[in-house]
């Protein structure tokens, strides 16, 4: 955790993830599947440093988040211990 609250791979801090998580180890995939939430253009979407995307939104009503790890087991795991 960083000083201010925020994860330090993902960039992401408490509330910003929904209990629902699908990953994918593409950026471009991610952002395709971002535009079928309910309303993507106000999807929250967090950046990172370190090449993860994710974006919060609701599909079918239901709160979901969307994680674009990158490739390998590393980034996965950091995925993992970050998003809990």
Known sequence: MLPDGTTLHL????GD??????????LHRAWKLSRFFDK?????????TRTFRTFTGTFRGVPVTLVATGMGTAMMDFVVREIR
Do not use: H, L, Q, W
């Open 11 to 14: 960039n992401i801090k408490r």
């Open 40 to 48: 993507p253009e106000t999807c929250v979407k967090v950046v990172s």
């Open 17 to 26: 993830v929904a209990n629902r998580i699908f990953t994918v180890g593409d």
